[in-house]
Every structure is written in structure tokens, then in C-alpha cells.
């Protein structure tokens, strides 16, 4: 009987797959895309929908809190709640996607893109006087 099958082992202690997963979030949340490997890429996107989830239903301390255990980034998780939560207010789901890009060339890995489905508007930059 295979119990604790819900979440994949990655070959990685707990910790370490904690760790690379809220790394591998947070770099979503910054960049809006990430380019990984496919399994990497479909647990990472349970936790950012479940993290764009929390930060929509409810601006207060108390999910701040929870979401800050795993970003770790005070900035980020500022750019969740004001800049990236908001924009997802009417949908009910399905805030990221994985798009397969194929096998890497290296080691033969499949390689997927996770992205935010909704991307913020870039602020344009101004331009420098010479």
C-alpha cells in the first residue's frame, strides 16, 4: 500500500524540496516565468496557485504571515498581495500554466515553461539623457 503519494519525492530530502519548490515560486512571482523541468514545474504550480489563492481571498496579517513562511522576501510577497492577487480577483483558478518545451540537451530532461497566466503590464523605463 502506497500511502504519501500526493506530492512527488524529486529525489530530495523534505527539506531540500521545500526549499527548491518556495525558490522555484518565488522566481515565478519575480520574473513571471520560469523555465525548469516538467515535474519541477507541476509542483511549483500547485504551490503558486495555492499562494495566489490565499493572497486573493483575504488581505490580512495573519495570511501574510503564512505566505512569507514560504517567499521569504519581504518584496515579493508585497508584489503577490498589491500587484499580482488583484489581477486574479474574478477568476476562480488556473492562475498558472506549464508549457512543455521538450528534452534538454544536456541530460535528456524534459523541460517545461511555468508562467503566470495573467502577466503584469512591464513600467516603462526612462529613457537616459546623453
Known sequence: M????KI????????HRNAMLNNLVTSLFEKNVVITTTTKAKEAKKLAEKLITFAKNEDSVSSRREVAKRLKSRKIVQKLFEDIAPKYKMRKGGYTRVINLGVRRGDGASTAILELVEKPEKKDKKEKKK
Do not use: M, V
Not at 502506497?2 to 503519494?5: I, L, V
Open 2 to 5: 502506497r500511502h504519501n503519494d
Open 8 to 15: 512527488k519525492k524529486l529525489s530530495r530530502t523534505s527539506e
